[in-house]
């Protein structure tokens, strides 16, 4: 199966925004974003539903980050708005398999993630 890449990394400035991709995205399944910070358990940020109409967002992320998808060009996408330096960690997609969207078990197929790294 193929692998997913994610794109669209890199430093920023406090207050900057970002939109990560990640591709190709499997149509049927629902998708999430995870983060792993420096020192720190990788963590659950966005899920979004097959049909890119439910998703969820950790408390970090709710109002500042946007998850979405078009399933023709098979693209995830994180929007990243007024970041701060917490922000800073690789971020990955992954395809959802089981039912608890929020643990890594659940999922299946990371990509290698993508660097962002926000400044003060």
């Known amino acids: 199966q193929a692998q997913l890449v994610e794109s669209g990394g890199r430093s920023v400035q406090t207050g900057d925004s970002l939109r990560l991709s990640c591709s190709p995205t499997?149509?049927?399944?629902?998708m999430s974003w995870f983060r792993q910070g420096p020192g720190k358990e990788r963590e659950f940020v966005a899920t979004?539903?097959?049909?890119?109409?439910?998703?969820e967002y950790a408390a970090f992320a709710q109002g500042r980050f946007t998850i979405s998808r078009d399933n023709a060009a098979s693209t995830l996408y994180l929007q990243m708005d007024r970041l701060k330096p917490e922000d800073t960690a690789v971020y990955y997609c992954?395809?959802?398999?089981?039912?608890?969207?929020?643990?890594?078990?659940?999922?299946?197929?990371w990509g290698r993630g993508t660097q962002v790294t926000v400044s003060s």
């Open positions: 992954a395809r959802r398999v089981g039912t608890n969207r929020r643990h890594i078990g659940s999922y299946d197929n």
């Open positions: 499997f149509d049927s399944f629902a």
């Open positions: 979004i539903g097959s049909g890119g109409i439910v998703s």
